[in-house]
Nanobody
Framework: QGQLVESGGGLVQAGGSLRLSCAAS????????MGWFRQAPGKDREFVGAISMFTGRTYYADSLTGRFTISRDNAKNTLVLQLNSLKPEDTAVYFC??????????????????WGQGTQVTVSS
């Protein structure tokens, strides 16, 4: 059974950076559309960004463009989310997910078939 395992979360001061990784085992990330979502306490899970397996094109939530960057390291079978200029409102559990690249939109969490367990990001003011 394939797994997605996130790492790299932690506590950081506002304005700082973190690099989150999502390691895939039993699945090849280059065969999937890969996305990042986050869920803050008391809030719904929201789209952060995604990357197309075909084109490498990236998609971001409008509010996050410019601060967050998604990339994929096919050799390491890993998805990466670079978080810069972090704000306290970025505090959340961050999840990576995989979906079929042949259907659906990258923005909708319900299109994703496989999920990691999440990694906590806490930004202090």
């Amino acid at each position: 059974q394939g797994q997605l395992v996130e790492s790299g979360g932690g506590l950081v001061q506002a304005g700082g950076s973190l690099r989150l990784s999502c390691a895939a085992s039993g699945r090849t990330v280059s065969n999937y559309g890969m996305g990042w979502f986050r869920q803050a306490p008391g809030k719904d899970r929201e789209f952060v960004g995604a990357i197309s397996m075909f084109t490498g094109r990236t998609y971001y939530a409008d509010s996050l463009t410019g601060r967050f960057t998604i990339s994929r390291d096919n050799a390491k079978n890993t998805l990466v989310l670079q978080l810069n200029s972090l704000k306290p409102e970025d505090t959340a559990v961050y999840f990576c997910a995989a979906k079929s690249p042949y259907r659906g939109t990258y923005y909708d969490q319900h299109e994703y078939d496989y999920w990691g367990q999440g990694t906590q990001v806490t930004v202090s003011s």
